[in-house]
Nanobody, 121 residues
Framework: QVQLVESGGGLVQPGGSLRLSCAAS????????VGWYRQVLGKERELVGS???????DYADSVKDRFTISRDNAKNTVYLQMNSLKPEDTAVYYC???????????????WGQGIQVTVSS
């Protein structure tokens, strides 16, 4: 089994920065894909950005040039660096990892528990 634990959320003033972490543990052979999502109460979960296995990234227009996804393979941890935060970035943020549990294993999807980010003065 694989567990994901998110950290780094909280309250920040507009214009500030936060870095979210998503640490994976358990039976992990490789992380083949990363997605960060966010959800506001009463709205659908939306994709913030993603990283493919080769490292290429893609971002929603609303966060492009402000948010950056990175990963530390040695720690099985992925990050979402959020700069120039705006009140409309307030949401619960979720990481999603595509994980292979062995060299011949299929890939499985795992979600983090979600973490609150509040941007307010």
């Amino acid at each position: 089994q694989v567990q994901l634990v998110e950290s780094g959320g909280g309250l920040v003033q507009p214009g500030g920065s936060l870095r979210l972490s998503c640490a994976a543990s358990g039976s992990i052979f490789s992380i083949n894909g990363v997605g960060w999502y966010r959800q506001v109460l009463g709205k659908e979960r939306e994709l913030v950005g993603s990283m493919a296995s080769g490292g290429s990234t893609d971002y929603a227009d609303s966060v492009k040039d402000r948010f950056t996804i990175s990963r530390d393979n040695a720690k099985n941890t992925v990050y979402l660096q959020m700069n120039s935060l705006k009140p409309e970035d307030t949401a619960v943020y979720y990481c999603k990892l595509v994980v292979r549990r062995g060299p011949l294993s299929s890939s499985y999807l795992y979600w983090g528990q979600g973490i609150q980010v509040t941007v307010s003065s």
